[in-house]
């Protein structure tokens, strides 16, 4: 790691990479949603329904849950520097395609194809732990998400406007067009002026991609439990496409999917017996044990914070819009303060948790996420549009503080395992995304919120079983010496 001193106005050294990573995390975030800001310019110029838009905004993040696991395996195996560019460039696909459909379906698989950018954030969160010392590595992790992160704001406050800059019924096509530009040139610059670790630094990498690694038989079958979700949030997109949804998918296919989920969960059991089945005959050294249920509490935690984050971006422009009976470009830009605060508050949470503790960072940022969406669940039009604002701002900085301080503790965990752990959290973000979403098409907007102030309760109660991370991390070379890396 580099012993340079922490300066955000340098370009250079370990400086260097957080800027490019949290660049390309932000056009990450600009890609993926692109979509919601225009809203009544896709609604019309394609002919969608109120429910295939709402359908759009769930499948946006659907694809994203398996990305993010398979994406961290890719990260540990092969490095950031490779992963993050390639996807930048694989994804500007489906963003060109999304911008010349002329359908619901031709958007549907557009946008699914488009989930697995949102799988670049865990690409980041690997990069960035390479290159700071544990000291400072809540702050730089928080920059890189709530700078990154800030590229939804980004989208809400300009895609409008870029579209009403191109005359006729198409200026969104070419909105969402750029930011397609936008990846790919990126991806080449990332490439070409990165590496994955510090000169001299040992790449630590995983054993195999089969999955993720765990240090006792408890721990392996705590693991298959939190598996579950993230299959059961695919089942549950299945059955919105269902004729019990928006009947885009006849019941023999949806039963065709089904099965399919099942089989494939049985395989990633498979997969994730034969990378652990050692542990069932020799014990792991005490020296290389590590907790999981450290990842299942973050899981949680991340489900309430980010997967909240992705579904109140999604439909918070066009909340403002028919609670306020405002423009597409006045709500979209009112809309994107709750992003806007992801420059100051994920950040904030990366710092107070450096400095004050993990575990009592979370705690107190979990409890005023419940409070600011219980609060938000009173915003009427009786409001005053400005209070309505403040409040959902408020909120938003404890959302985003707390997604910085849950990423200030994944890569303490297991260095060689971080894209994997950062995959499945990230993954429980989109579980989230998809369960809220799913929520938000079935009720009111005042239950919406509720529902997300509830489950965030209980995953205040769920961060007392997490441990402070302390001591050293024990991690092997590829030539077979041990290194003991400290998290304090």
Not at 13 to 40: D, R, Y
Request: proline fraction near 4%.
């Amino acid at each position: 790691m580099s012993a340079e001193k922490f300066n955000l106005v340098s370009f250079t050294g370990k400086m260097k990479t957080l800027h490019l990573s949290w660049m390309a995390f932000f056009i990450t975030f600009v890609v993926w949603f692109n979509m919601a800001p225009l809203k009544e310019a896709i609604v019309d110029g394609v002919g969608l329904t109120i429910s295939e838009w709402k359908t759009l905004l769930i499948i946006n993040v659907a694809l994203t849950i398996p990305a993010r696991v398979l994406i961290g395996s890719l990260t540990d195996k092969f490095g950031p520097r490779l992963v993050y560019s390639s996807l930048l460039a694989i994804c500007s696909i489906p963003c060109f395609a999304f911008a010349l459909a002329n359908s619901f379906e031709q958007l549907l698989i557009a946008r699914f194809a488009m989930g697995c950018i949102g799988a670049g954030f865990v690409v980041g969160i690997r990069m960035v732990s390479e290159w700071f010392p544990p000291k400072e590595l809540g702050t730089a992790e928080g920059v890189y998400g709530g700078w990154g992160n800030f590229g939804s704001a980004a989208a809400a406050f300009s895609l409008p406007t870029i579209a009403l800059l191109f005359s006729g019924d198409n200026g969104w096509r070419y909105a969402i067009g750029i930011t397609g530009v936008m990846s790919l040139i990126f991806s080449v610059i990332y490439y070409k002026n990165t590496t994955d670790t510090p000169k001299g630094s040992t790449y630590f990498r995983p054993k195999n991609l089969g999955g993720l690694e765990v240090t006792s038989v408890k721990d392996f079958y705590f693991l298959l439990v939190m598996k579950t979700p993230m299959y059961l949030a695919l089942a549950l997109l299945n059955w919105k496409l269902s004729p019990n949804g928006v009947s885009l998918l006849s019941n023999d296919v949806g039963t065709i999917l089904y099965l399919s989920l099942a089989a494939l969960y049985i395989f990633d059991v498979y997969k994730t017996y034969q990378v652990n089945k050692d542990i069932f005959t020799t014990p792991v050294p005490e020296i290389h044990k590590y907790e999981f249920k450290q990842v299942a509490v973050l899981n949680i935690l991340y489900f309430a914070t980010f997967g909240s984050e992705l579904a109140v971006v999604s439909m918070l422009p066009a909340f403002f819009a028919d609670t306020f009976t405002l423009n597409m470009a006045t709500a979209g830009l009112l809309a994107g303060m709750y992003a806007f605060m992801n420059l100051m508050s994920r950040p904030g949470g990366g710092l107070i948790s450096d400095k004050f503790g993990r575990k009592p960072t979370l705690l107190i940022l979990t409890a005023g996420l419940a409070l600011g969406y219980f609060a938000m669940s009173f915003i009427d039009a009786t409001w005053p549009i400005w209070l309505a604002v403040v409040v959902v701002m408020a909120c938003s900085f404890f959302v985003q503080s707390g997604e910085g301080a849950v990423f200030a503790v994944v890569p303490l965990i297991k260095r060689r395992l971080t894209g994997q752990i950062a995959g499945m959290t990230g993954a429980y973000g989109n579980v989230g995304a998809v369960v809220y979403l799913t929520v938000y098409s079935l009720v009111d907007t005042s239950t919406f919120f509720i529902v997300i102030a509830s489950t965030a309760v209980l995953g205040f109660v769920a961060l007392l079983f997490m441990k402070e991370p302390s001591g050293t991390i024990t991690e092997v070379r590829e030539d077979g010496s041990v290194e003991l890396i400290n998290v304090t």
